[in-house]
């Protein structure tokens, strides 16, 4: 009895021994997935949770600097909140093309709908033909983003039923902002069907006949004086082969903005503290090591127009979309050490944020960095597949990049500091 009870404690330690090695190897693995980096944010949707998805918006509706996600996939826009939990689905007869968000008093505008006469934010989304969806007209819907309930602005049936451009924006001076639309009239020509409070707006800002291949719209006081100016922007000329152009156009004045290639994207905002009117000069496919994206500015001096090189982007052979985010001084300046000649300069203490901007080419996501003299530098920060458009979500002094995927949405945090060979 005794040699079986010894037995029987040994064979009762070696248990607690291996049972102790168990619980320390547990408590190891847990040290070590808590010290280790998450993909993605807290606070912005889980990709198990957002699956496939074919374009992706970020937006703040409550301003706060928390942002929501706005997934789009075939005929069907989702937003995720803060919290990664799912608010509202809605649909609608095409797949989404494009979101703005901002302020509009539905009442006001030259539609048909009948809606109280309040000023709230909007959800604006076109809706169109696209992959499953080849026969849908084109609809302008605006979105309740608290509850997700949509009301039809427009619709109009086409060949090409797809919007090019949304943009909320005062263009008539009557303090009241206007919806304007361009889209598609037929398989090359772009028309606009703006909404317009008031239905008073000067002709210019109407094309006045469809244009091929408009592919770039953008209205923008750009002498902060209440002058709307309308920048029309091609990748193809008139003729096969040709290539783009851009036009400015303001009262009764046009300006033709000399190209090198064909335009991609126009940007106006600020970077830094600076605003700047940039756009993409752009070769229209991948030439091989011909092809080179190129970043430009817009300067006025002297009243006249003038267009400066600021940046080139090998590897790569346009910039698709311009992706501008609020950042802390306190990184900006830290940026500003790392990559340029520009030295920063003390900041009032109530100014915590200023501006930066993210460049989405063909083949990577950039970060634009200005300088003094010489070119820009442009931050290769990440290698990116073919796709329709990206999110870029800050979270404090990090940032992630939200890519579009069938099956499951990519969330990746970004390094700054870490760039992709030049």
């Given at each position: 009895?005794?040699?079986?009870?010894?037995?029987?404690?040994?064979?009762?330690?070696?248990?607690?021994?291996?049972?102790?090695?168990?619980?320390l190897?547990?408590?190891?693995?847990?040290?070590?997935?808590?010290?280790?980096?998450?993909?993605?944010?807290?606070?912005?949707?889980?990709?198990?949770?957002?699956?496939?998805?074919?374009?992706?918006?970020?937006?703040?509706?409550?301003?706060?600097?928390?942002?929501?996600?706005?997934?789009?996939?075939?005929?069907?826009?989702?937003?995720?909140?803060?919290?990664?939990?799912?608010?509202?689905?809605?649909?609608?007869?095409?797949?989404?093309?494009?979101?703005?968000?901002?302020?509009?008093?539905?009442?006001?505008?030259?539609?048909?709908?009948k809606?109280?006469?309040?000023?709230q934010?909007?959800?604006?989304?076109?809706?169109?033909?696209?992959?499953?969806?080849?026969?849908?007209?084109?609809?302008?819907?605006?979105?309740?983003?608290?509850?997700?309930?949509?009301?039809?602005l427009?619709?109009?049936?086409?060949?090409?039923?797809?919007?090019?451009?949304?943009?909320?924006?005062?263009i008539?001076?009557?303090?009241i902002?206007?919806?304007?639309?361009?889209?598609?009239?037929?398989?090359?020509?772009?028309?606009?069907?703006?909404?317009?409070?008031?239905?008073?707006?000067?002709?210019?800002?109407?094309?006045?006949q469809?244009?091929?291949?408009a592919?770039?719209?953008?209205?923008?006081?750009?002498?902060?004086?209440?002058?709307?100016?309308?920048?029309?922007?091609?990748?193809y000329?008139?003729?096969?082969?040709?290539?783009?152009?851009?036009?400015?156009?303001?009262?009764?004045?046009?300006?033709?903005?000399?190209?090198?290639?064909?335009?991609?994207?126009?940007?106006?905002?600020k970077?830094?503290?600076?605003?700047?009117?940039?756009?993409?000069?752009?070769?229209?496919?991948?030439?091989?090591?011909?092809?080179?994206?190129?970043?430009?500015?817009?300067?006025?001096?002297?009243?006249?127009?003038?267009?400066?090189?600021?940046?080139?982007?090998?590897?790569?052979?346009?910039?698709?979309?311009?992706?501008?985010?609020?950042?802390?001084?306190?990184?900006?300046?830290?940026?500003?050490?790392?990559?340029?000649?520009?030295?920063?300069?003390?900041?009032?203490?109530?100014?915590?944020?200023?501006?930066?901007?993210?460049?989405?080419?063909?083949?990577?996501?950039?970060?634009?960095?200005?300088?003094?003299?010489?070119?820009?530098?442009?931050?290769?920060?990440?290698?990116?597949?073919?796709?329709?458009?990206?999110?870029v979500?800050?979270?404090?002094?990090?940032?992630?990049?939200?890519?579009?995927?069938?099956?499951?949405?990519?969330?990746?945090?970004?390094?700054?500091?870490?760039?992709?060979?030049?």
């Amino acid at each position: 009895m005794r040699l079986l009870t010894k037995d029987m404690s040994r064979e009762e330690n070696t248990k607690m021994i291996d049972l102790r090695y168990v619980i320390l190897l547990i408590l190891l693995v847990n040290i070590l997935n808590a010290q280790t980096p998450t993909q993605a944010p807290t606070q912005n949707p889980a990709t198990v949770q957002m699956s496939s998805s074919e374009r992706v918006w970020r937006i703040d509706i409550n301003k706060d600097r928390h942002f929501e996600l706005l997934i789009a996939n075939q005929n069907q826009l989702s937003l995720f909140d803060e919290h990664q939990k799912l608010k509202w689905t809605t649909q609608n007869q095409g797949v989404v093309h494009l979101l703005t968000f901002g302020t509009l008093n539905l009442s006001k505008l030259n539609t048909s709908l009948k809606y109280d006469d309040i000023e709230q934010d909007w959800i604006i989304s076109a809706w169109g033909v696209g992959r499953g969806f080849l026969e849908a007209p084109l609809t302008i819907t605006a979105i309740d983003p608290k509850t997700g309930v949509s009301y039809q602005l427009m619709q109009i049936a086409g060949e090409r039923a797809q919007a090019i451009h949304l943009q909320i924006i005062d263009i008539n001076a009557d303090a009241i902002n206007d919806l304007l639309i361009s889209h598609f009239k037929d398989k090359y020509f772009v028309t606009t069907s703006h909404l317009i409070s008031g239905h008073k707006i000067t002709p210019p800002y109407f094309l006045q006949q469809p244009l091929r291949m408009a592919t770039s719209f953008l209205y923008a006081d750009l002498g902060d004086d209440q002058q709307i100016t309308e920048l029309v922007g091609r990748v193809y000329g008139e003729e096969k082969g040709e290539f783009g152009d851009l036009v400015l156009r303001q009262a009764q004045s046009e300006i033709q903005v000399p190209l090198e290639k064909g335009l991609k994207g126009i940007f106006y905002g600020k970077i830094g503290d600076d605003k700047q009117l940039l756009f993409s000069d752009a070769w229209v496919a991948n030439y091989g090591k011909k092809a080179k994206a190129s970043l430009k500015r817009i300067l006025f001096q002297n009243q006249r127009l003038q267009v400066e090189r600021l940046a080139e982007s090998q590897g790569e052979y346009t910039f698709f979309d311009f992706h501008p985010v609020e950042i802390s001084v306190k990184l900006w300046h830290q940026l500003l050490r790392t990559y340029s000649d520009i030295i920063p300069t003390s900041t009032a203490q109530d100014q915590q944020y200023t501006h930066a901007l993210f460049l989405q080419g063909s083949h990577f996501l950039s970060l634009c960095i200005p300088k003094n003299h010489g070119n820009w530098e442009i931050i290769k920060l990440k290698a990116l597949e073919p796709v329709l458009n990206i999110a870029v979500l800050p979270q404090g002094d990090d940032f992630y990049v939200v890519v579009p995927k069938q099956g499951s949405t990519v969330v990746e945090k970004l390094n700054l500091f870490q760039r992709l060979n030049p």
